[in-house]
């Protein structure tokens, strides 16, 4: 069974930095694609960055693009999202999820089997 634990977040000022953790227990770590994904309150949860099984490839949305960055460490079945630049927009509950299929770096959440249970991220203005 994959279990995702998120770490990371917390309260900053806008243009502060944060990096958000989230490591995979019960499973060979590259064999999953990793994502991030953003719910704010009221709002539909969204795609942020995502990075294929070897760290080869990434993909983000563009409202993070040049802000955010996504990576992996296999060898600590751990996958990071570094965010510079914080704006309060990007205040939400953050969430990791694994992908079955290791090769690709997918934005729909149709495609990501299992969730974290979410890491606060407050930008205050």
């Given amino acids: 069974q994959v279990h995702l634990v998120e770490s990371g977040g917390g309260l900053v000022q806008t243009g502060d930095s944060l990096r958000l953790s989230c490591v995979l ?9 990793m994502g991030w994904f953003r719910q704010a309150p009221g709002k539909g949860r969204e795609f942020v960055a995502a990075i294929n099984g070897s760290g080869i490839s990434t993909y983000y949305a563009d ?18 999202l570094q965010m510079n630049n914080l704006k309060p927009e ?12 290791p090769w690709d770096a997918r934005i729909g959440i149709e495609h990501y089997d299992w969730w974290g249970q979410g890491t606060q ?3 205050s203005s």
């Avoid at 227990?25 to 694609?33: H, K, M």
């Avoid at 409202?63 to 990071?80: P, Q």
């Fill in 25 to 33: 227990s019960g499973a060979t770590f590259g064999y999953y694609a």
């Fill in 63 to 80: 409202s993070v693009k040049g802000r955010f960055t996504i990576s992996r460490i296999n060898a600590k079945k751990t996958v990071y």
């Fill in 90 to 101: 990007d205040t939400a509950t953050y969430y990791c999820a694994a992908d079955r299929t």
């Fill in 121 to 123: 991220v407050t930008v």
